[in-house]
Structure formats: structure tokens, C-alpha cells
């Protein structure tokens, strides 16, 4: 039997528009990184000293690293009173930082240690004369604010294009406001500190 020629036409229709297709799954991810890396280049070295403390805690003498790169001496200031002295054997040297894996052109904010004391490490007792550092100083060294003093209530530490960022740290050694009995023995004073970077 011979199909009308409408209904002939109409299945090669439904015939030439039958398609093939081919479907696969994919993935997709993000990775979020909202912290910096801070790397510790070198510790904050107050250099070595002749310390004496005033007894009654009184008087206190003053020693301060400069945060500035290439700064000569690093040692820039020695305020002596008339019971409290320092004396400078060897320059000290700053502490310095590298920040990486930033954002490019982004600006990073700077939170100053906390801790405050330096006390002598082969045994601190209530009689011996501790340190206390304070004044912390930043100082931005590489980055479009290279040589800039940090600014922290107007941020200015800023990340260059290959998303890294260095700065220096100094501050002022203080002797001890502490009735004391004994002198600053030789050996090591010290204490660890934290600092924090973030956006």
C-alpha cells in the first residue's frame, strides 16, 4: 500500500531530525587562601651590652634599634639616667620579615607583639632585673612603600605585583623598673614574640 505523500513526507522529517550527542562531567573548584605567608628572616638582636639597673627601679636607661635598612649604627640611641646605664659593645640589629603569596597591590595590616619582656634565660628569679621592649617600630622594605615607616592607623603596607611584601622591626630596650638586689648577670636575656599580618 502506497502512504499518501504528506504522511511520507512528514516521517523523512522526523528522520532528518534524530540527532546524535555525547555528555561528560566536570568539576569546578576555587581555592581560597585569605591568610598571607609571613616568613622570619632574622630575629631582633639588641646587639651586646653593659647593662645596669637602678636598684629602686626608679631611673631607667634606654637602648634603641633603628628599624631603617642600612641604618649606621644600627644602635642609634643610648638614654642613660643617673643610676640606670647602657653601654654599647656591639650593634644589635633589627628583626626582618618577608610576606608572600598575597594578593598583588594589596594592603596588609601589622598587629605588634603583646609581649613586653626580656628576662635572663639560664634562670629568671624575683631579685634579678628583667628588660622590657616597647616602642616597636616598622619599617616597610621592599614594595611600592619601600622606606615608608608603617603606618598602623593608616595601613601602608602594600604588596608589590609578584604578591610579596618585607619589612624590618625595631624598638627600645629598657632596663628594669623593679626594686632589684642582684645586678643583670652576663649571659643571655631574651623572650618570644608575635606579630600578625593580615588583610
Same mark, same amino acid.
Given at each position: ?77 643610648? =638614654?642613660?639616667?643617673? =643610676? ?116
Amino acid at each position: 500500500m502506497k502512504l499518501p505523500l504528506s504522511l511520507l513526507s512528514l516521517s523523512v522529517i522526523f528522520a532528518s531530525s534524530t540527532a546524535f550527542s555525547a555528555t561528560e562531567t566536570f568539576r569546578a573548584e576555587v581555592t581560597v587562601q585569605n591568610t598571607v605567608v609571613l616568613t622570619k628572616d632574622s630575629d631582633l638582636n639588641f646587639g651586646t651590652i653593659r647593662a645596669v639597673a637602678d636598684p629602686s627601679g626608679n631611673d631607667r636607661a634606654r637602648l634603641t634599634v633603628n628599624a631603617t635598612p642600612n641604618a649606621s649604627p644600627i644602635s642609634v640611641s643610648t =638614654n642613660n639616667t643617673e =643610676n640606670a646605664l647602657f653601654a654599647v659593645i656591639e650593634d644589635g640589629e633589627p628583626a626582618a620579615f618577608t610576606v608572600s603569596e598575597a594578593v598583588p597591590n594589596a594592603i596588609l595590616s601589622i598587629t605588634e607583639p603583646t609581649q613586653t619582656q626580656l628576662e635572663f634565660e639560664d634562670g629568671q628569679d624575683t631579685d634579678r632585673p628583667d628588660f622590657e621592649i616597647g616602642n616597636w617600630l616598622f619599617v616597610i622594605t621592599s614594595g611600592p612603600n619601600a622606606n615608608a615607616n608603617y603606618n598602623s592607623g593608616t595601613p601602608n603596607l602594600q604588596v608589590a605585583q609578584d604578591g610579596t611584601v618585607s619589612f624590618n622591626i625595631g624598638a627600645s630596650l629598657d632596663t628594669s623598673d623593679r626594686t632589684t638586689t642582684k645586678p643583670y648577670a652576663d649571659g643571655v636575656y631574651a623572650g618570644t614574640f608575635q606579630i600578625e599580618v593580615a588583610y
